[in-house]
Every structure is written in structure tokens, then in C-alpha cells.
């Protein structure tokens, strides 16, 4: 059965600094997904991550793939107010996209000014 | 980009009663769509896989004759909850996968609740 863990699960921190949300998956998967969620909004997708050693940035965010390791990271720079967000990584297991995402249980991130 | 559009997004009912959702995609067409229910403050589950033209796979724990899957056309899913509980008030997001794009496209979300 496959897992997916995030942590933190909950991380409060200021605006302007950094830091990194990790997701550990159980088992050999193709594709990484991270999602950002709003409170009562759907999924907004982040980033694909598709390979060993992939990374990707957009803005403040840079996400970061080692299936050797069976670890993605998440990494938010300087952060703003607006990036306040629940963040899911997902994992997909067929590399084709016939299998739907197991997802983590989600990182509860407030950004305070 | 790619669009997926749920119907109704909030529906409020009775119990015992059946509510049909609906999830398009608009500017793409999925031979494969998923269905996924969120409760509060928790992530999102698989409930089914559902194939255009074909019965639809079903998770682990997902009883299929109260959640009615249907994939009539490559464009349009939809999800019956029959005889809803309180219990199964939550929330249910659809996503398709758009092909060439390796990414899932979610749905805004259908917020049930169940009197």
C-alpha cells in the first residue's frame, strides 16, 4: 500500500523567512505533484515533478524530487502573507496517468506578518 | 490551460435522498476522470476511477452501489450519492488528466451536506 507523508503537518512563521516542507512516499512512483488549496477552494496545481533529480521554481516556491530517496521538498523563500495555504504533495504510481493521486495529509502553512 | 467545471458546487439535501454531481471537462476530453472526497481539515481520498465507456474502478472501502459512477461521453462524469447520509456530507472533487501535460486538472469541489 502506498503512503505518503508530509511534514510539518501545521507550520506558522514569519514573513521573510525560509523553509522547506518534505514528502516521503513508500514505494517506486513517476510522478510527483504538489497542489496549493485555499479554505473552502479546490486544488491549484503547483508543480509536476517527473524525474530523479527534477526541479522546478515559480515565484517563491521551488520544488525539488529524489526517487532514490523517495523525497520531494518544498521550498518557500522569503516567504508572503499570500502564500497562507494548505499544500499537498501527491504521488502517482503508473507514470501514465491511468491510476488516480494518493495524496499526504497536508501541510497547514500561516505566514504572519 | 485546462478547465474542469463541477455541477452543483454546494447542494444541500434531506436524508435518504439522492444527489447526482456532475464534473466536464471543457476544453479537453478524459477517457479517464477520478473522483475524490475531502472531509473537513483532512486530505483527499480516492473514491473511483472512472472510464468513458466503461464501469467504473472502485477504492477499497467505496461501497459502488451507493456511489453511482458515469461516464457517458469524454467530456462529462458524474457521481450519484444514493440514499445520502449525514455521514457522507463532504466534499467531492473530480480531475481529469489532460494527455501531453502530465497533470491532473481538479474541479472546483462540490460541498454536500446531508440533513
Known amino acids: 500500500e502506498l503512503k505518503v507523508e508530509q511534514n510539518p503537518l501545521f507550520l506558522s512563521m514569519q514573513e521573510g523567512k525560509n523553509y522547506t516542507i518534505y514528502c516521503n512516499y513508500s514505494t517506486t512512483s513517476d510522478r510527483l505533484y504538489w497542489y496549493r488549496q485555499d479554505p473552502g477552494k479546490s486544488l491549484e496545481s503547483l508543480f509536476v515533478?517527473?524525474?530523479?533529480?527534477a526541479v522546478k521554481q515559480e515565484g517563491r516556491l521551488m520544488a525539488s524530487l529524489d526517487t532514490k530517496a523517495r523525497l520531494s521538498t518544498l521550498h518557500i523563500t522569503a516567504a508572503v502573507h499570500d502564500l497562507s495555504a494548505t499544500y499537498f504533495c501527491?504521488?502517482?504510481?503508473?507514470?501514465?496517468?491511468?491510476?488516480?493521486?494518493?495524496f499526504g495529509k497536508g501541510t497547514h502553512l500561516i505566514i504572519q506578518p | 490551460g485546462a478547465v474542469v467545471s463541477q455541477h452543483p458546487s454546494r447542494v444541500i439535501c434531506k436524508s435518504g435522498t439522492s444527489v447526482k454531481i456532475e464534473c466536464r471537462s471543457l476544453?479537453?476530453?478524459?477517457?479517464?476522470m477520478f473522483w475524490y472526497r475531502q472531509f473537513p481539515k483532512q486530505s483527499l481520498m480516492l473514491m473511483a476511477t472512472?472510464?468513458?465507456?466503461?464501469?467504473?474502478?472502485?477504492e477499497q472501502g467505496v461501497e459502488k452501489d451507493k456511489f453511482l459512477i458515469n461516464h457517458a461521453s469524454l467530456t462529462l462524469s458524474t457521481l450519484t450519492v444514493t440514499s445520502a447520509h449525514p455521514e457522507d456530507s463532504s466534499f467531492y472533487i473530480c480531475?481529469?488528466?489532460?494527455?501531453?501535460?502530465?497533470?491532473?486538472?481538479f474541479g472546483p469541489g462540490t460541498r454536500l451536506t446531508v440533513l
Open positions: 515533478l517527473l524525474s530523479n533529480g
Open positions: 472512472s472510464n468513458e465507456g466503461s464501469k467504473a474502478t472502485y
Open positions: 480531475s481529469a488528466e489532460k494527455g501531453g501535460t502530465d497533470t491532473q486538472y
Open positions: 476544453d479537453f476530453q478524459a477517457t479517464t
Open positions: 501527491a504521488v502517482d504510481l503508473s507514470g501514465g496517468g491511468a491510476d488516480g493521486l494518493t
